[in-house]
Nanobody
């Protein structure tokens, strides 16, 4: 399993922007699909965005499409989530997750329209985002 560390969370006003970063230690991200999930107390963990490694399939949840952008840098072992036009519904704990890709499957298996947390075996500790005026 990878060790993942998120950073970049904080307090932002509605309409503002934040960039979350996920750093992997020791191992290259080259063979991993990387995803961002978020969770609010009392609600299920929600898949926000995902980018596969091999074919670089990208997916976003409907709630963030057009506002969030996922990027990755395999050489730097990092993955970022640029979040724009934030609103209070974006408040929550954001988690970076990684899945070692099986070459039998293409990127859509991991980065589908609705992400499946059980496919991702490595998780960070999370970073909190509060969107409030």
């Amino acid at each position: 399993q990878l060790q993942l560390v998120e950073s970049g969370g904080g307090l932002v006003q509605p309409g503002g922007s934040l960039t979350l970063s996920c750093a992997a230690s020791e191992v290259s991200l080259e063979k991993y699909a990387i995803a961002w999930f978020r969770q609010v107390p009392g609600k299920e963990r929600e898949g926000v965005s995902c980018m596969s490694s091999g074919d670089q399939t990208i997916s976003y949840s409907d709630s963030v499409k057009g506002r969030f952008t996922i990027t990755r840098d395999n050489a730097k072992k990092t993955a970022d989530l640029q979040m724009n036009d934030l609103n209070p519904d974006d408040t929550g704990d954001y988690y970076c997750a990684a899945a070692l890709e099986n070459p039998y499957y293409d990127g859509r298996y991991y980065c589908s329209a609705v992400l499946a947390p059980f496919l991702f075996e490595s998780w960070g500790q999370g970073t909190h985002v509060t969107v409030s005026s």
